[in-house]
């Protein structure tokens, strides 16, 4: 039995062409982030070479892609996210709120994705309104941050 790890990237090195020839619709965006993601640490990609004085060895460092959607670059997006979000916020309650889409309503989001911009105006609407009749008298505002998730449709 092999102990070899697997990263998504050499999923997607081994399967990509053979599930295009599939003749899935594939948006524009999805075929250059999985090239992304392929080419993500190659030596075709570039490299800053170091050199240690003391041993008198080099080091090649490969340039990643820094797509966020990149197991291995996004984990650092998606940290560099949340520390830029949390230095701005006030420490405060807050809550968690999700937003879904029926599951018969997703395919017009998957056809036209110039629509999901609505989805945040709705939901921050709906929560803006739902706090208005709370606090009546305070008149206050609550803040927002969304996200999207785009996978995990089932929402498992």
């Not at 999923?11 to 090239?35: C, L, M, Q, T």
């Not at 008198?56 to 984990?75: I, M, P, Q």
């Amino acid at each position: 039995m092999s102990n070899k790890t697997f990263k998504i990237k050499d999923i997607f090195s081994d399967h990509w062409d053979a599930f295009v020839a599939k003749g899935y619709p594939i948006r524009p965006a999805v075929f250059k982030n999985v090239e992304k993601i392929i080419m993500c640490g190659e030596p075709s990609m570039g490299h800053a070479l170091y050199y240690c004085e003391h041993c008198g060895k080099f080091k090649h460092v490969y340039f990643t892609c820094k797509s966020r959607f990149c197991n291995s670059c996004g984990a650092k997006y998606i940290q560099d996210r949340a520390s830029s979000i949390s230095s701005k916020l006030i420490n405060c309650k807050h809550r968690h709120i999700v937003f879904t889409i029926p599951e018969e309503l997703r395919i017009f989001f998957r056809k036209d994705r110039n629509l999901l911009h609505l989805l945040f105006k709705a939901s921050a609407d709906t929560v803006l309104t739902w706090f208005s009749k709370l606090n009546k008298s305070e008149n206050f505002k609550p803040g927002i941050i969304c996200t999207m998730h785009t996978f995990g449709r089932d929402l498992k």
